[in-house]
Structures are given as C-alpha cells and as structure tokens.
C-alpha cells in the first residue's frame, strides 16, 4: 500500500510546475522541501517553515546549492504575515501549493509536536493564498499523544470548507492501530 507521505509527494509531482511558488509547512529534515525545490526550478520558490532550529539546520545542509528556497525558523501559523511581507516588496505570491507533514521531527524529540490550534491557523492561512487548481496537502499522524485531536481538528475543518474547495481524504481501513492519513485539498474558485 502506498504511504501518506508518497501519496502526498505524487500529488506534488502533478500540480507544481516550474516557476510556482510554494510552501513547505514543516520542513523537518527537508525531504518535502527538496522535493517542491526540484518541482519549482530555479525560476520558482520555496518556503519552508520549522519551529526548530534543528530542522532548519538539516534541511539548510540538503538545500544549499538551491537559490529559489528561503527557510524561515517560525510556525507554520505565521505563514501569511511572511507573505505579506514579501508581497510588500513588490512580489506577489500567489500559491500553487502547500505541504504539511505533521507530528513531530523524526529523530528528534517527541515531546516537541505540531498542535491542532496553530496547525489549522497555518491550514487556513495556506488556503486564502492558495491560487486557483492549487493542492494543500496535510499528513496527520493520529498515533502519538495528541495527534488523534490534531488530525480530528483538521479533517472537520476541511469537511466544512465553502464549495470552490474539494477534500480527498486517503486513510488505511485495513488496521487497528492509527496509520498515517492524508487530506489533499483542492481550490477550483
């Protein structure tokens, strides 16, 4: 069966084109962030958000030789105020998509994690910059402490979204224990 994570970055792989601008919402180790840097090209940007240090560090070492990417050692939830920022400069980000792996930071400690409140700010904030045919993706983990509430939180604030949205919600059914499960949500107006 194909994971949460692949199934996120296939989705990727069929929305962003060269010269797009994008956002990685929690960089962890970078393997997202490289990803959308390779899907955007060298005329495209990437930003990458992480609360910790380390992440940023890890993911700083896979990307140094990629000029389009800019990191950004905040949450997830200040996510429209460096837009804004940006668009103060005279550019005007309009996204095509945003990826967020929620959870903790593999490797590092568990007890530091991603929270349903600050989660859905940055959800919702993706989404009114998210251009028309764009794609957020969501992984939620509903395995560790707090990750049931978070990934609840999330798939009843997309099932609520306004029509010009459609929610995809791929989930194992063939296990007891929680799995990863993906949310892909689409902007059509």
Do not use: C
């Amino acid at each position: 069966m194909i994971r949460a994570t692949e199934k996120a970055r296939h989705l990727m792989g069929q929305i962003v084109k060269p010269g797009d601008w994008v956002v990685d919402a929690t960089v962890g180790n970078g393997n997202d962030t490289l990803l959308l840097a390779d899907l955007v090209g060298p005329s495209g940007r990437v930003f990458g958000f992480d609360i910790q240090a380390a992440a940023i560090s890890a993911t700083r070492l896979r990307i140094s030789h990629l000029p389009q990417v800019t990191l950004i050692h905040a949450g997830h939830e200040t996510l429209a105020a460096h837009l804004q920022t940006l668009e103060s400069t005279g550019d005007r980000p309009a996204l095509a998509a945003a990826m967020f792996n929620l959870g903790y930071l593999p490797g590092s400690s568990k007890n530091i994690v991603t929270q349903a409140g600050t989660s859905l700010a940055g959800l919702e904030q993706a989404l009114a910059a998210l251009k028309i045919n764009g794609l957020v993706t969501l992984v939620l983990y509903p395995g560790h402490p707090g990750g049931a509430d978070e990934a609840a939180a999330l798939r009843s604030y997309a099932q609520n979204l306004p029509d010009n949205f459609s929610v995809a919600h791929h989930a194992r059914t063939d296990t007891q224990r929680p799995a990863p499960e993906l949310l892909a949500i689409t902007r059509s107006g």
